[in-house]
């Protein structure tokens, strides 16, 4: 039997709002729109460097979706699984891994509805000291009147299993972050200064 479209329609209303109110249910948090959307394309592999220390070297792809501008204040790598810190970033060294097309912006900040990556090194003693997911916490301050900080977590990954190749000592891990030397010029986004160079088996 057809059924009418009001019927069909109120049908559809009644699903939403059952929805709702079991969302309503699961948690009393406010709704937050956060304005960075946090991805990571790929998972990370960890690499034995030649220091006897497991590293991982991966992109973290940041994109402002305000239309005003995004500072971010801190940011802090997370085992998914406990919520452990395993790296936090700030300052300097923050602003030094944020790259982003545009060579008149402000360090660690986002234009409105730019895109950028962050890069992350982090590196473990030991294999088993590698979490098996890791997210990330972001503090951001934005341009808009009365609002402070907004705290954020996002680009949750999995962490694929260790390679067997080793860096080579001479070719370590060429930290991206650091600051260019005067003579080289920059880079446009991604550097080939974030890739591990000189791998072998």
């Excluded at 304005?35 to 960890?46: E, H, T």
């Excluded at 699984?81 to 900040?109: F, K, S």
């Excluded at 997911?133 to 402070?148: D, F």
């Excluded at 694929?160 to 260019?180: G, K």
């Amino acid at each position: 039997m057809k059924r009418s479209p009001w019927v069909a329609c109120l049908l559809i209303a009644l699903a939403m709002a059952s929805v709702v109110t079991i969302a309503r249910g699961q948690s009393d948090e406010p709704i937050v729109l956060t304005p960075i959307v946090l991805r990571v394309a790929r998972p990370p592999i960890p690499v034995l460097g030649s220091d006897g220390r497991y590293h991982l070297v991966y992109e973290l792809e940041l994109t402002n979706v305000t239309p005003r501008r995004a500072i971010i204040e801190h940011v802090a790598v997370l085992d998914a699984t406990t919520g452990n810190v395993v790296q936090p970033l700030g300052g300097e060294a923050l602003a030094a891994r944020l790259v982003v097309r545009d060579r008149g912006a402000a360090p660690a900040t986002l234009g409105p509805s730019q895109f950028g990556i962050f890069y992350v090194h982090v590196a473990f003693d030991t294999g088993r000291r590698i979490p098996r997911r890791l997210a990330h916490r972001l503090r951001v301050a934005t341009e808009a009147i009365g609002s402070g900080p907004v705290g954020q977590t996002g680009g949750g990954v999995r962490v694929a299993p260790a390679t067997d190749l080793v860096l080579e000592q001479q070719n370590h891990l060429i930290d991206p972050y650091t600051p260019l030397p005067p003579d080289e010029p920059k880079r446009d986004l991604v550097g080939s200064r974030a890739v591990p160079q000189g791998v072998s088996g």
